[in-house]
């Protein structure tokens, strides 16, 4: 098995690292392979060349990096493209959805709002899954339950889909225990990319083994609301002082912000 992370982000779009950076960064945490997901938007041709080769050139018998992109569709919904590196020429999430499919890459609704959860229930097109925990979106502490039982209802359709757990990394200091398992038998671009469109992978979270269906004990996610919901007051809370800090003309200084990233 191989250890990694999905949903990340560089300098070549809204991130902090360098993909040097972003490489020791995931080793130093006992990764092999990262998949990047760099917003589309920031490429033309001669910028994509570049990120294909510097991953190229990161990538070695110790650590794997798999270039890929997320597409930003209507509404500010995002599809993660696993391995895909081709701007969609669309911001059709469905269409979005079938471009990836047809290029061998993996498709995810990332950090889906919950006034999505209806429209998404909607498509005839779906992914290979749902973003269940994004350890930025929904907190390092615990994910919201309502995207499991949107993924839960999902798979009566498409029993396939899977849970998919994302760092969504894009500060220096932000939190980064969200990871993966993968099991295949190499760290290269097919096997990895195979591993997680098959389900072959679990995330992993301290002690927690998150599985690929998403079907998690009553048990569980009973403790992850009541986490979640301490989280979110205390997420609330932050939210009002920098408002009224705003209101007063002053902002949040450096140091105080890279601490409630480490916090949240």
């Not at 081709?86 to 890459?105: H, L, M």
């Not at 929904?138 to 999902?154: G, I, W």
């Amino acid at each position: 098995m191989f250890k990694g992370a999905i949903h990340l982000h560089s300098v070549y779009s809204d991130g902090d690292f360098t993909l040097a950076e972003l490489r020791e960064t995931l080793i130093a945490a006992g990764c092999s392979f990262g998949c990047l997901t760099d917003h589309a938007e920031y490429f033309d041709q001669q910028k994509t060349r570049d990120y294909i080769a510097e991953c190229a050139s990161l990538s070695d018998d110790r650590f794997q990096f798999i270039p890929g992109f997320e597409y930003e569709c209507h509404e500010r919904m995002h599809v993660l493209g696993l391995g895909v590196t081709e701007t969609a020429g669309t911001q059709d999430p469905q269409k979005v959805i079938r471009f990836i499919a047809r290029r061998g890459g993996v498709s995810i609704i990332a950090h889906p709002k919950n006034e999505f959860f209806a429209w998404i229930e909607t498509f005839d097109e779906l992914p290979n899954g749902i973003e269940t925990w994004n350890s930025k979106y929904d907190s390092r502490y615990a994910p919201r339950v309502a995207t499991f039982k949107l993924l839960e209802r999902l798979q009566r359709r498409k029993p396939e889909m899977r849970a998919y757990y994302g760092v969504d990394l894009h500060w220096r200091h932000q939190y980064r225990g969200l990871l993966n398992l993968a099991e295949c038998r190499s760290r290269s671009r097919d096997e990895l990319l195979a591993a997680f469109a098959q389900g072959d992978y679990h995330g992993v979270k301290d002690n927690l083994a998150l599985p690929s269906d998403g079907r998690l004990s009553e048990s569980l996610l009973a403790s992850f609301e009541a986490a979640h919901a301490r989280s979110n007051r205390m997420r609330l809370a932050v939210r009002r002082v920098k408002q009224v800090m705003r209101s007063c003309g002053v902002s949040v200084p450096a140091p105080l912000k890279a601490r409630l990233r480490r916090i949240f």
